[in-house]
Structure formats: C-alpha cells, structure tokens
C-alpha cells in the first residue's frame, strides 16, 4: 500500500495535466467539499461499517489539514486518493475530476507470474518509437519497481486517474543489460470528460483500446472442442453460446476479463451447470444475498478448461475458482488477480453555477463461497501452470492456449497428433 501511495504523489507531481496554478480560496472550498462528500460516502456505504478498524473520522481530519496546507489543487486530490486507498480495498477508488485529454502510450503490459512485460504494441506508437516492443520487461518506471500486488493500480494512476504526458521506463530484453527510455503519449484532444457512471468496474480502463463495443470470440476446434473468449461480464447476454455446438470439451478463456456484472456471470455459469446451485454469496451491511445459478440450455456440462492470467479479476475469478471447487473444470494459465468485491460508482459534483464532476467506486459487498472462501487478496491458483515466454510474447504465440487444448482433447478421447497449426 505504501508503494501505491508513492506512486499516486509520483504521479500527481510529475504530470502535465495535473494543474499547476495556485490554490485559491475557491478551490481550497472546493477541495475540502469534495474530500467531505468522499469521505461520507465510504462511511455510508463501504461492505463494512467498521471500515476496516480504522479511525475514518480522524484520518479525515488530517486530509483536510493537507488540504487547507496544500499550495496546488494537486496536492489536494493527493490528500483524498490517500485517504481512500488506506482501506487497501481493489474496488474501493476516489476517480478525482476527469480530465478530456487522454494520453495513449502505444502499449499494453501486464503480470506474467513475478515479472511486468509488455505484450502488445500499436505500429508507429509512441512506445514503438521509443524503442519498446513486445516481451520487453518492465524494470521500473520512474521510480517504481513493478510487483503483483499493485502493478494493475499503477497503470491506471499514470494513464486515467492521474495521466502522464510522459512515462520513464527501464526496461531489459534478453540478457541485454537494462536500458532507460521516455515515452511521450500521443494526447487524444476530447470535448467532454470521461463518465465513469456507465463502467461497472474501473479495471476496463487498464487497457488503452477499451471499448463499451467489445467484441467476443467463440467457435470450435477441430470440430468438438468448444472455445469461447469472453473479454468481461458486463453485458446481460454474455455471448450467442448455441455456437459452441455439441462440444466435447470447453475452453473458457477468461484472460484479461476484469469482471462486471453478477448477473451476467451467473447467467453465463447456468450454462455450464447442471443443477440449480448458489455460485457465491454478497454479503453486505445488513444483509447476505447468494448469487444462484439456474441451469438453462444449451448446456455443456462436459470438461471445462478455463484460462486465466494476472487480469482475470472479479466475476471471471468467481466463475473460475467455482467450477474449479466443485471439480467440473481444470484451471490452466497463470495466477488471477486476487480482486474479488462487489462494487458500485456513486457520481458526485460539487459547484453552484459550474459543477466539477468526480465520483467514487465504493465495495458494498465482500463475496464469499459456501465454506467461508474469499478471493480479495487471495488469487486464483491454476492447476497448469503456463506462462507465455519472452520469445512467445515476441511473435504472439500462445502456449496456454495450446496447453489447454490438448488438455481439451485428452478430455475429449482424442489421442491423435495436435493439428500443425495449434502446435506452434
């Protein structure tokens, strides 16, 4: 948590859209407003009224008194992201005032087991241009040294919640020895602010590319091995699931799914399960509510290999670690993320003639499986495990994938040689 904190004055003090006038009474009234109206809503409606343990009103206190101290409205926003952030909460995030420049580095990077490395790149980007490209591990950027626990949260303070205009990063390639390089964003000019009301979950915004039109990917492999990528649960119907066929084996391929609606997770499961069942329980401030699954066709009730990865956050971490308990599927890919609340966005302003926009995502509800289980802090473990090298990063191959089809086709009987194009 200290890391982030860091991270979060890094970011603030180094970026060109944090502002850089003068506080001046006005704003100062502002800021102070704006930390009140934040506070009270993680008072009111954070999962658990004791906050943790923590004395809210008094940590409250000393945000207000960096505040009334602070000389730029940047050290204020300072002051209420570190108030929130002390609750070590994944779903628990101040979203300050948006800004309507976005800078766009040309690159995406996640956690590959204990190492950051870059996984796409856009041709021409700006990260191309400085000399990165894919596989490329991520040693440090400006000061902060990657780790699983807050390398997801780093991304999004640099690139959404507090953008940088530029990023200094070390990175090594092979066994070549570390070298230091400036990326500058290409900034993309908007005319309105960013509206986080309409995303059930901040994490789409790790990507740079994230769409509300997002695309999903299903089909067969060689005939009778059904395969679905399902990108998030953040639609009522997660995808045409008739197209999977008579399958013999499913692959779900929930890499990089951040998660979203329980809704959708639980109708999603309802294809998979053969008999009513309670998928986990939401357990609030007053009450618990179980998350059911109702059995509907088509249904595949035949063995399931679900892919993971650092991403896999959320309700795709509920799915998987579900059907993984209750042994209907083998989980393959690497380490989930570990963030598992259900979550909701309170938008706030705060202004008379001119209001200034900004919200907070709040956890309401802590979620846990029948026998006591809770994933926040504690990720899904893979039954194979299978990381993507270097070298496969490189030229966009996919061992894990791999790994689970043939997994797919021992499951399904089938004993013959992997077809030449799914072996490479």
Same mark, same amino acid.
């Given at each position: ?7 979060i ?5 180094l970026?060109?859209?944090a502002s ?18 934040v ?13 943790k343990?923590?004395n ?38 101040f ?12 690159f995406?990077?996640?956690?590959f087991?204990?190492e ?8 021409g980007?700006a990260a ?7 596989g490329d591990?991520?040693?440090?950027i ?24 530029e990023?200094?990063?070390?990175y090594?390639?092979?066994e ?16 309105m602010?960013?509206?986080?009301s309409?995303v059930?979950? =901040? ?12 695309k999903?990917f ?11 990528e399902?990108p998030?649960?953040?639609?009522e119907?997660v ?12 692959i ?6 951040p998660?979203?609606? =329980?809704?959708?997770?639980?109708e ?6 053969s008999?009513?069942?309670?998928l ?9 509510e ?5 059995p ?19 309700a795709?971490?509920?799915f998987a670690?579900y ?10 890919g690497?380490?989930?993320s ?11 302003? =705060?202004?008379?003639s ?10 309401v ?10 994933l ?13 090298s270097?070298? $496969?990063?490189?030229?966009e ?6 790994k ?19 072996? $490479?």
């Amino acid at each position: 948590m200290r890391c982030v904190a860091r991270l979060i004055v890094a970011a603030l003090f180094l970026s060109v859209f944090a502002s850089a006038q003068q506080m001046d009474r006005l704003d100062r009234e502002r800021m102070i407003g704006m930390l009140n109206v934040v506070s009270k809503d993680v008072e009111k409606n954070f999962y658990d009224p004791s906050l943790k343990g923590l004395n809210w009103r008094e940590l409250t206190a000393e945000a207000r008194t960096k505040i009334e101290a602070a000389k730029m409205p940047s050290e204020a926003i300072t002051a209420i992201s570190l108030l929130v952030d002390k609750l070590d909460d994944s779903h628990t995030k101040f979203l300050p005032p948006s800004r309507v420049n976005r800078p766009f580095f040309g690159f995406e990077a996640k956690m590959f087991g204990d190492e950051a490395r870059i996984y796409s790149t856009k041709p021409g980007g700006a990260a191309e241009k400085a000399g990165l490209r894919m596989g490329d591990r991520i040693v440090q950027i400006f000061n902060y040294r990657p780790t699983r626990k807050d390398f997801d949260q780093a991304m999004l303070y640099y690139r959404l919640l507090h953008p940088m205009s530029e990023l200094k990063i070390t990175y090594q390639r092979g066994e070549a020895p570390p070298q230091t390089v400036t990326v500058t964003a290409k900034v993309k000019q908007g005319t309105m602010s960013l509206d986080f009301s309409k995303v059930e979950n =901040i994490y789409q915004y790790l990507v740079e590319n994230f769409s509300d039109d997002e695309k999903y990917f299903w089909g067969m492999l060689e005939g009778d091995i059904g395969y679905i990528e399902v990108p998030s649960f953040s639609a009522e119907e997660v995808v045409p699931i008739r197209a999977l066929g008579k399958s013999k084996a499913t692959i779900v391929d929930l890499r990089g799914d951040p998660g979203g609606r =329980i809704d959708s997770v639980a109708e999603f499961a309802g294809h998979f399960e053969s008999k009513p069942a309670v998928l986990a329980n939401m357990i609030g401030r007053k009450k618990t509510e179980p998350v059911k699954i109702k059995p509907h066709g088509p249904n595949f009730d035949v063995p399931m290999f679900i892919l993971l990865d650092s991403r896999s956050a959320s309700a795709a971490e509920m799915f998987a670690r579900y059907f993984q308990k209750t042994g209907q599927a083998k989980v393959v890919g690497d380490v989930s993320s570990g963030r598992v609340y259900a979550s909701r966005y309170y938008s706030e302003g =705060i202004g008379s003639s001119s209001v200034i926009p900004f919200g907070v995502q709040i956890s309401v509800s802590r979620v846990a499986f029948a026998d006591g289980e809770e994933l926040e802090h504690h990720p899904v473990v893979p039954d194979y495990p299978c990381l993507p090298s270097e070298a $496969d990063l490189r030229v966009e191959r996919d061992p894990c994938l791999k790994k689970a089809v043939a997994l797919a086709r021992k499951a399904a009987g089938r004993t013959e040689e992997l077809p030449e194009k799914l072996a $490479d």
